[in-house]
């Protein structure tokens, strides 16, 4: 097979990381809550509008704590799209709860506010939502329902750091908000992630959550005497070597996204005209909404039609990867959750989709990106 040369993601150095792990390090402080945390909690508190922070070690950690904080228990229910990565709904079937699967806009790909009513029952806890390619679900339609019915409203934002929806960031738009450091999204640290919050009510057991139960955040500031286990937790937070790093490149989230958004310009200008001939769908931003770069797809004819993309461009040592196999048809997500109804947009997506590659480094390789997939695209042919 041919030698790959230009892949799907390349996790780089974009800042003074190193600098900040041998900071880190001569500070005598490795465990978790060091300094670096503090200024990565400061600076995702500013960028996603929300009222707290707290640095945990993955976005499924996030999303854990989420669950554990939305009180699930079996027998609740938790409406989300099944059309999303496995942690979504691992961390309401973690508490015994039931994730409820529904379709999502085959405009947006996100969840479609009427099918979430249509999927409320007595025992719905929360929604959780996913802003699907960093572009923001309809966030007043969803808080309103949420209003409504009293649940909560959770977001999963793990690809929506520095998005917008009506001019307010990702993060700001529900009860709480999980977001993902992992080397595949905009700002990495290999293994990371947020939990951000807007109800000042959480903000303390949630950090006795994620100090395994106990009221050591308390106790550090020095309002307890000492401190003890007072509720259920676990460790959620990374260690300061994750924060330093990461807060080299939190520091440089501006210049990330431009060039990310330059890359997906790039894209959205040359495969125009096929979209318009009606060969192939581009990304639709939804109104109101600013993405950050994170992904850019092509929805192609038929499954076949998009393996044949995928193979063709592999031939050329391109790596292009679909996407999420719907959890709703999953073996743990038939025997875990419920689904009350076909969900024909998620299945339709799911064969159709494929990721182009989008990282920092990507520089002029996108013209390469380009050159060959409109090749195969208009003559079938990429060699
Ligand atoms: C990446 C991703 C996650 C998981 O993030 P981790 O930090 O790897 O745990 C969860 N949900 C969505 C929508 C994601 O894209």
Not at 3 to 30: C, D, H, M, Y
Not at 318 to 334: C, D, E, K, N, W
Not at 358 to 379: G, N, P, Q, S, Y
Request: hydrophobic share 40%.
């Amino acid at each position: 097979m041919k030698k790959v040369e230009i892949p799907f993601n390349r996790p780089s150095i974009v800042g003074q990381e190193l600098e900040f792990i041998k900071t880190a390090i001569n500070s005598g402080q490795l465990s978790g809550d060091g300094e670096f945390t503090k200024l990565c909690n400061d600076r995702i508190t500013r960028m996603t509008g929300s009222g707290a922070s707290l640095l945990t070690h993955s976005c499924t950690a996030a999303l854990e704590m989420a669950a554990i904080l939305c009180d699930l228990k079996p027998g609740d229910e938790v409406i989300l799209p099944s059309y999303t990565f496995v942690s979504t709904a691992n961390a309401i079937a973690l508490r015994g709860a039931t994730p409820v699967f529904i379709d999502i806009d085959s405009l947006t790909l996100n969840i479609d506010p009427e099918k979430v009513v249509e999927a409320v029952t007595p025992r719905t806890r929360a929604i959780f939502v996913v802003h699907y390619a960093g572009f923001p679900a309809e966030m007043d339609q969803l808080a309103e329902i949420a209003r409504t019915h009293k649940l909560f409203l959770v977001e999963d934002a793990a690809q929506a750091l520095g998005s917008t929806y009506k001019g307010r960031p990702a993060g700001s738009l529900g009860d709480m908000a999980a977001f993902s450091f992992h080397e595949t999204k905009n700002i990495l640290c290999g293994e990371g992630g947020a939990l951000t919050l807007n109800l000042p009510d959480l903000v303390e057991r949630a950090e006795i959550i994620r100090e395994k139960g106990t009221n050591r955040s308390r106790f550090f500031r020095g309002q307890v005497d000492k401190y003890t286990w007072v509720d259920i937790g676990s460790s959620f937070l990374p260690g300061e070597l994750i924060a330093a790093f990461l807060y080299g490149q939190l520091e440089r989230a501006e210049e990330i996204a431009k060039r990310r958004l330059a890359l997906f310009d790039c894209y959205s200008e040359a495969f125009h005209d096929l979209e318009k001939a009606g060969r192939i769908r581009l990304p639709h931003i939804p109104e109101g909404t600013t993405g950050n770069g994170h992904m850019f797809y092509l929805l192609m004819r038929d499954i076949d039609d998009r393996d044949a993309f995928i193979k063709n461009l592999r031939n050329s040592g391109i790596i292009t990867p679909f996407h999420y196999v719907p959890l709703h048809s999953a073996p743990a997500g038939r025997r875990l959750g419920r689904c009350d109804s076909e969900l024909p947009v998620t299945n339709d997506i799911s064969d159709r989709l494929v990721r182009l590659p989008m990282f920092f480094t990507l520089d002029h390789d996108v013209e390469r990106v380009i050159e060959i997939a409109l090749k195969w695209l208009k003559h079938g042919d990429a060699s």
